[in-house]
């Protein structure tokens, strides 16, 4: 027992399968709406067919305080991921009547990550990937201001062994009630609740909605709407519509057809988790192999970073280049053959050749290229040639004139 209902599990599976286990897991949000009879009922129902049942029965006026619903959602989720952890296994969420808006929506933004707080997101992430299926059972209600004198007044209230006039005071008073918190809380919550029950479309799971044309407190124009936006928002929708069926009395009124499709949908879901368990595995091989080849780019860039590091420490590393350090001119060595010689003579640096100042050439050339008058020169450091600094000149005069008297000299 906890604040705004409680959480159970029902009666265990009578068929055992192979592996030990039952088929799943049917998660039941029930109301007030449903008597402990006719849910005593549905949990034979899917014992029979090999699941186990978790009951969530949510108090009336929980539907009305979020935060009684949140509490009841943690607690859920709590015996639903230990049941999981122990033993993955395909999941529904069943809800009937206002059960989604007393609890489920809660739990789908829990596990959805759209509120706070949150659970761990592994368990959460457990939850979407075993979820393969949901069913709405007479709902979801559209929790309007008119909704609370519906309640007041449904027949299964009236049937009660009370006065008339106590019962219609019980109505009026549980309708201003109801009436006030409409008013201050629950009617901005509307668009919150919807767009819970939306979001649960990127679960991946397909919707199964059984509903009645005649059904006052879940209009069928309702549940119409409900169902063309999750098929706008890309979920696989089924709906099973009855004529003349009372509200969360389908199976009751209809037994043989409401457990064939039960049954079938059941099948379904399986299938669903199936898939799912396929292509979580393709992701994760997917995972692995792109982490190998990071891995692997890792270390080649690892090992170039090591060889280029290595090209300065000498002449025996591959990655030596020999301008880098002085070329070493001894070739006197018996052992080694005229191809490698060919090879270090062909990357001999160019040596410097030596002129005598006193010679013709020098003569020549000091003719040639110093002037006679320097006088106007604006002479400046122009850098580093060879680590040595270098200055460059520029003349206010004609240079023309220079080249030419440079010319004429060198033709004498």
Known sequence: MIGGGRVYWG??????????????????????????????????????LGWNSLVCRADFLTAFYPEMALSLAFHLLAELVEELKTRPCPVIFLAFSGAPKACLYKVLQVIMGDCEPQIHPDDSQLVRNCLSGHVYDSGPLDFTSDLNTKFALHPSIRRMSVPSRLISWMAKGISSGLDGLYLTRFESQRSEYWQALYSSVEIGAPYLILCSENDELAPHQVISSFTHQLQELGGEVKVVKWKNSPHAGH?????????????????????????????????????????????????????SNQSLKRVATGPSDHFFLPSSAPYQSNNTDPSSSQEEQRERSSFRPLQPTSINANSVLGQFLFDSCVPKNIEGWDIRFGGCLNGQPYATSSSRKNSNHGFKKRLLRSKL
């Open 251 to 303: 199976y009751t009124h209809n037994p043989i057809q409401y457990r064939a499709v039960i049954s079938n949908f059941l099948e379904k879901a399986m299938s669903v988790y199936l898939l799912k368990l396929r292509q979580l595995g393709e992701r994760a091989r997917t995972h692995d192999e792109i982490s190998e080849l990071i891995c692997d780019l890792q270390k080649v860039a690892v090992d």
């Open 11 to 48: 009666k265990k599976a009578d068929r055992e399968m192979d592996d030990g286990g039952s088929n799943g897991v049917v998660v039941i949000f029930a109301w007030s709406s449903i008597n402990e009879s006719r849910l005593t009922s549905f949990v034979d129902l899917y014992s029979s």
